[in-house]
């Protein structure tokens, strides 16, 4: 009867920590990872994460940051697949940011 009762409490454990499991949501984003601008909205465009490695080349001159790379900091914070740019500016200039800027400006080509 005890080793019963001890399966059963053993049971429940494992099925409490597979239910809470299925609610923890997981970022694909993590540090490193690159946002382009993909041109839309007129002057200020929305930026997109990468699938595709970044490729400096890709940017087309412009006046928008063609660019953001999400920090450690910001690896929690920046999950999405997409942000404006003044979003991802108020990010950039934090004490501790969330994102850094890249040196190429325009706009990115080659998602």
């Known amino acids: 009867m005890k080793n019963l009762h001890k399966l059963a409490l053993g049971l429940l454990v494992g099925a ?12 694909e984003v993590a540090v490193g990872d690159r946002y382009g601008n993909n041109g839309a909205a007129g002057t200020t465009g929305q930026y ?9 080349s890709n940017c087309i001159s412009g006046s928008d940051r063609c660019a953001y790379v999400v920090t450690a900091a910001g690896a929690s914070t920046v ?12 990010w950039a200039s934090q004490g501790t940011p ?10 990115y080509t080659g998602f």
């Open 98 to 107: 969330f994102v850094t800027r890249s040196t190429e400006i325009g706009t």
């Open 79 to 90: 999950t999405g697949s997409s942000y404006s740019e003044a979003q991802l500016e108020t």
């Open 48 to 56: 997109n994460i990468l699938a595709n490695p970044y490729v400096s």
């Open 16 to 27: 409490s920590a597979i239910g809470f499991s299925a609610f923890t949501s997981t970022s």
